[in-house]
């Protein structure tokens, strides 16, 4: 496992983590939350052995082909606005927008982050932490400009911690990954004992 920073506190890790993203002078120290505060209504099947999230990248496309639709549709509304050349670049313009839009969104949503849960504990990337050495789990929820970002904290026993980036894991429910995820590690750790 990489060198991991250190923290005595969940309150620590989430000021430690907001100073690194400090912009200007607006601080703000993100939200952290302990995974088993969160209350969701997936309750994971009790002959669960393992459960393994990883990105989607067909929920991925759907998304990004909805988001760039709405600049597209504005975009070809105006063209019949236009005369001459105007009629050619403006639709490719837009386009060029749209596959922008598409493959920015599509890269973002599928970055290589694998999580597997079992009864022994969990696996991130391959880094395998048992139960035993994790002290807490958390869900850390930083603003970055008018964006939220969401980070899986896992603090272990001699107070290094864990960030993951959640932003890869695309869900079509309220609260998006983090009560889902919640649930599972709170089920799994649960199990280990």
């Known amino acids: 496992m990489p ?3 250190t923290a005595s506190n969940l309150h ?3 000021r430690i983590e907001g100073s690194k993203r400090l912009l200007g002078n607006s601080f703000q120290i993100p939200s952290i939350k302990p995974t088993a505060a969160y209350r969701s209504k997936i309750v994971p099947d009790s002959a669960c052995t ?4 990883t ?4 929920r991925s496309v759907v998304i990004a082909g909805l988001i760039g639709t709405i600049p597209l549709g504005i975009l070809m509304n105006q063209s019949s606005l236009l005369t001459g050349a105007e009629r050619l670049y ?3 313009a837009t386009a060029a927008i ?4 598409c493959a920015l969104f599509i890269g973002i949503t599928t970055k290589p982050v694998v999580l597997l849960l079992n009864p022994e504990g969990m696996s991130i990337n391959g880094h ?3 139960w035993s050495g994790i002290r807490d789990t958390a869900i850390l929820r930083m603003k970055v400009g008018k964006n939220k970002s969401d980070y899986l904290v896992t603090w272990l026993r001699d ?5 993951t980036d959640l932003g890869c894991f695309v869900r079509f429910r309220v609260g998006g990954i983090r009560g889902e995820l919640a649930a599972y590690i709170e089920y799994f750790r649960a199990k280990a004992t």
């Open 3 to 5: 060198q991991l920073p």
């Open 128 to 130: 395998f932490v048992s």
């Open 159 to 163: 107070e290094r911690y864990l960030l």
């Open 12 to 14: 620590e890790i989430a």
């Open 50 to 53: 393992s459960h393994t999230f």
């Open 90 to 92: 403006v639709p490719l």
């Open 55 to 58: 990105p989607n990248l067909l």
């Open 98 to 101: 749209f596959i922008g839009v």
